[in-house]
């Protein structure tokens, strides 16, 4: 569809951004119609599913369409699917959307995605890429601490620069975390300087 109206409306070559299921979109997209982008970002994703029959791919697939086969639908489905893809202090406005559209999704629209993973591969266009494209991706932190460290440790070993996701995603405030990473890039601040200075921010907004 968004091919089709970039086509029709002629356009200028768009940013496209495409998270986990969406990612593989994106790369598709590319590969069909590279003129029409002008750069993507890509979170969470892969070029492949990997083997069909391997242990992994047949529990995600069972896994995301066994409460289907248990007789849910998608509106009951909708709110815990959103939820395990969303941090704990989620926009309540941006979740309502988010259940709405996920609800909306025919179950029969669901499963033939779910069964499109199963061939995907794009790696052969990989090299072809021609455009930017932004990878986000790595291990999820539950402890800001570690996340910190995590970023220290990057700029300490000679990096100009991080590119977070998920753990400022899913942080309790993510605004906050920013200015923590932002105290290590940018001033030179160690993993405890930049806990004091999230924390500090914590403390100073529960006073007010």
């Known amino acids: ?74 509106p009951e489905l909708a709110p815990q699917m959103v939820d395990g893809m969303m941090g704990p202090a989620p926009d309540p406005d941006g ?7 996920m609800g909306s999704t025919p179950a029969s629209t669901y499963r033939a995605a779910v069964h499109c993973l199963v061939g995907f591969d794009e790696r052969a266009n990989l090299s072809k890429i021609s455009i930017p494209v932004l990878c986000l991706g790595g291990p999820a932190k539950s402890d800001p601490r570690d996340a910190l460290q995590l970023c220290f440790d990057a700029i300490a070993a000679g990096a100009s620069g991080i590119v977070f996701g998920r753990n400022i995603v899913t942080a309790d405030r993510p605004d906050r975390m920013c200015a923590a990473l932002g105290a290590i890039v940018h001033g030179g601040a160690t993993v405890d300087q930049a806990l004091q200075k999230l924390l500090a921010r914590q403390l100073l907004v529960r006073a007010r």
């Open 95 to 101: 979740r309502a959307l988010a259940v709405d559209m």
């Open 1 to 74: 569809m968004q091919q089709a109206q970039t086509s029709e409306r002629a356009i200028e070559p768009a940013i496209v951004v495409g998270h986990s299921m969406g990612g593989m979109v994106v790369q598709t997209m590319l590969r069909r119609h590279p003129e029409r982008y002008r750069a993507a970002i890509l979170v969470g994703t892969s070029p492949a599913f990997g083997d069909p029959k391997g242990d992994f791919q047949k529990k995600f697939v069972a896994d995301r369409l066994a409460p289907l086969e248990a007789g849910r639908t998608m």
